[in-house]
């Protein structure tokens, strides 16, 4: 697989002035086409552009800047096609390739106070980048393709592949991950033409992988193993954020249709190569591609996921992560076997319990400071999940005292965050628990602390390059107390790993030894309780006694965002499979009756196929 070259990337803000356009035309294109290394050549306004932009959609044959110029000879080399327009609210979102050249790429988006793109000619290796001055006067300058695009420099990605990957240890899968979410634990016969991380949210990333595909069989002996691990590599590290990885087209499609500014795409091909990406083409359709690398010797689904995710991450805007002796990318800090996405993930190809991170710059020999997470959520406009853990919960525990990770997990979705968790022990308690990062290639380590009713601690567990925390054997005295899970850190900052970037899905498994099963959330029939929230994968659990000889109980959800899906049943929780009835559509209003219900307590399941909040949950006895 393959790393892509330096990038660096701005977000100029350009106005065209259709009065100058004529003129300053002749010189810009006059420069870039002698080839001069040329300070900014401005074009005129970005109003103008835009409208020349929308006559050359609707009129194919249209020349874009022929019609801001009329000077075939100055402007053929910059002429394009559009095959992707999207103007709406005043922002523009414009992808196509240059006229004649089936091997290159344009994109444009913005605002006509904020326009930026390129047009990338990969035979020619040239490329030209539109930005914008502070008066907002639009400009073209050719500038070198390693700034969009890396050099697909073969000579790298052997020397990497030969050194790195023979001995390569993949990540192995907690015992404790099991669906807590979507992209949560080992493939289990999914369709890989149709995966989703997070269904139903409006911003999409499209992993199309149909050119190694025969329908929903992986060509060249690939198993649906492989390309179900590739996908969730990506949905890992993207999972704080609320976007769909999907391998489904007609969910991107869909959500192009609607918002093209809120997707991107990448392209898997069936061809050897160095894979690579279009810097800051979130928004746009211009793709970027994934070569296959039979011969790399390292497994597709964790090789190409791996090299998806960085990818993908020069589309949403970052550049590489410099440093140390690994030059144009850092090659990670061995000692704890941490490096940055963006650097040479491949280094890190022999360590047990590498975790590869998103990164501001903090270690020493950093010289990108960029801010990774600010990039994706600010730049690009794409929103952190809910917290789903905002304000404590009470630890899950059967009558016997057992900590089962499917009902005890979590997300840290931000740096800094926290997620509280409260139990209470009766009389002398021993607690026994691990706690889990639960995605195949994820970014938390965890960190755990222990307080007790007066807040004073009591014991905390971060384990030294092995991203767990474990409590063996804790006695505890009678009291109430407080698990708090964080994203941990190592060593320093500057030679080690800060908790920037320690995010992801945790679940937790062990005993307490005389404790107190938290009580039930009881609903009161007809009475609607309100402000539920839950995240993607997980579930809430509420319960209602029902007396003898009623007619019917009617379980009911009510709300306006998310996918809520509902499940009861008789004396135990319900899951999806075991239930008295359910109600399971497209939205999170949600309604099942038990007829002729026996007496007894009725637990009400909700699941949050897609997360939801401001949810009113409702029982009513008839």
């Known amino acids: 697989m393959k790393k892509t070259s330096s990038h660096s990337h701005s977000h100029s803000h350009f106005v065209l002035r259709s009065g100058l356009l004529a003129a300053l035309l002749v010189s810009a294109v006059s420069a870039i086409a002698a080839d001069t290394p040329a300070a900014r050549q401005e074009i005129g306004s970005a109003d103008a552009l835009i409208r020349t932009l929308a006559n050359q959609h609707a009129n194919p044959n249209t020349r874009a800047l022929l019609s801001l110029n009329n000077n075939a000879a100055q402007t053929k080399h910059l002429d394009t096609d559009i095959t992707d327009y999207h103007f709406k609210d005043g922002i523009l979102s414009v992808s196509g390739k240059a006229r004649g050249s089936a091997n290159s790429s344009f994109y444009l988006k913005g605002s006509a106070k904020n326009l930026h793109g390129y047009l990338i000619k990969h035979d020619e290796k040239k490329a030209y980048e539109y930005s914008t001055d502070a008066k907002g006067i639009v400009s073209v300058t050719e500038v070198a393709i390693s700034k969009v695009i890396p050099d697909l420099d073969e000579r790298w990605l052997k020397a990497t592949t030969v050194n790195n990957l023979a001995g390569a240890i993949h990540p192995v899968y907690s015992p404790m991950a099991s669906r807590q979410a979507p992209h949560i634990g080992p493939y289990n016969n999914e369709d890989v033409t149709k995966l989703e991380s997070k269904p139903g949210s409006p911003w999409v990333f499209y992993l199309n992988h149909s050119a190694v595909m025969s329908g929903s069989t992986p060509l060249n002996g690939v198993t649906k193993e492989n390309m179900y691990r590739a996908w969730q590599i990506v949905a890992d590290q993207y999972s704080?954020?609320?976007?769909?990885?999907?391998?489904?087209?007609?969910?991107?499609?869909?959500?192009?249709?609607?918002?093209?500014?809120?997707?991107?795409?990448?392209?898997?091909?069936?061809?050897?190569?160095?894979?690579?990406?279009?810097?800051?083409?979130?928004?746009?359709?211009?793709?970027?591609?994934?070569?296959?690398?039979?011969?790399?010797?390292?497994?597709?689904?964790?090789?190409?996921?791996?090299?998806?995710?960085?990818?993908?991450?020069?589309?949403?805007?970052?550049?590489?992560?410099?440093?140390?002796?690994?030059?144009?990318?850092?090659?990670?800090?061995?000692?704890?076997?941490?490096?940055?996405?963006?650097?040479?993930?491949?280094?890190?190809?022999?360590?047990?319990?590498?975790?590869?991170?998103?990164?501001?710059?903090?270690?020493?020999?950093?010289?990108?400071?960029?801010?990774?997470?600010?990039?994706?959520?600010?730049?690009?406009?794409?929103?952190?999940?809910?917290?789903?853990?905002?304000?404590?919960?009470?630890?899950?525990?059967?009558?016997?005292?057992?900590?089962?990770?499917?009902?005890?997990?979590?997300?840290?979705?931000?740096?800094?965050?926290?997620?509280?968790?409260?139990?209470?022990?009766?009389?002398?308690?021993?607690?026994?628990?691990?706690?889990?990062?639960?995605?195949?290639?994820?970014?938390?380590?965890?960190?755990?602390?222990?307080?007790?009713?007066?807040?004073?601690?009591?014991?905390?567990?971060?384990?030294?390059?092995?991203?767990?925390?474990?409590?063996?054997?804790?006695?505890?005295?009678?009291?109430?107390?407080?698990?708090?899970?964080?994203?941990?850190a190592e060593g320093t900052p500057q030679n080690g790993f800060s908790n920037y970037s320690s995010l992801g899905y945790y679940a937790m498994k062990g005993t307490l030894v005389g404790s107190t099963p938290p009580a039930d959330v009881m609903l009161s029939s007809g009475v609607g309780l309100a402000n539920q929230s839950a995240a993607t994968g997980t579930w809430k659990y509420y319960a209602i006694d029902v007396p003898a000889g009623k007619t019917s109980v009617v379980f009911s959800l009510n709300g306006a965002n998310g996918d809520a899906d509902l499940y009861s049943q008789l004396s135990v929780k319900p899951t999806t499979a075991a239930y008295k009835c359910k109600s399971d559509g497209a939205t999170s209003v949600e309604t099942c009756t038990v007829n002729a219900p026996s007496a007894g307590r009725y637990y009400v399941g909700v699941y949050a196929y897609a997360a939801f909040s401001a949810l009113t949950v409702k029982a009513t006895i008839n």
Do not use: C
Request: proline share 3%; charged share 15%; no cysteine.
């Open 240 to 488: 704080m954020y609320n976007i769909n990885i999907t391998t489904n087209p007609t969910v991107y499609n869909t959500a192009k249709s609607a918002n093209i500014l809120r997707t991107g795409v990448i392209n898997f091909v069936n061809q050897d190569g160095r894979s690579n990406a279009p810097l800051s083409a979130f928004g746009t359709t211009s793709a970027g591609t994934l070569y296959r690398n039979p011969a790399s010797g390292f497994d597709y689904g964790y090789g190409i996921g791996m090299t998806a995710a960085h990818e993908v991450g020069h589309q949403m805007g970052m550049n590489h992560d410099h440093g140390g002796t690994g030059g144009e990318y850092f090659e990670g800090i061995a000692a704890y076997q941490w490096g940055p996405i963006m650097g040479n993930y491949w280094m890190g190809a022999n360590w047990a319990a590498s975790r590869w991170t998103w990164s501001k710059g903090e270690y020493n020999t950093a010289t990108n400071f960029e801010d990774d997470l600010r990039i994706m959520n600010v730049n690009e406009s794409i929103p952190y999940v809910t917290d789903d853990n905002p304000s404590g919960k009470a630890l899950a525990l059967d009558a016997a005292g057992n900590i089962n990770p499917q009902t005890n997990f979590g997300q840290i979705e931000k740096t800094g965050d926290t997620d509280a968790f409260t139990f209470t022990v009766t009389g002398n308690g021993k607690l026994d628990l691990k706690i889990d990062p639960i995605e195949y290639f994820g970014m938390l380590d965890v960190d755990a602390k222990i307080y007790n009713a007066a807040g004073t601690l009591i014991s905390s567990s971060n384990k030294a390059v092995n991203r767990s925390a474990e409590f063996i054997g804790l006695n505890l005295s009678a009291g109430d107390y407080r698990l708090v899970i964080a994203g941990g």
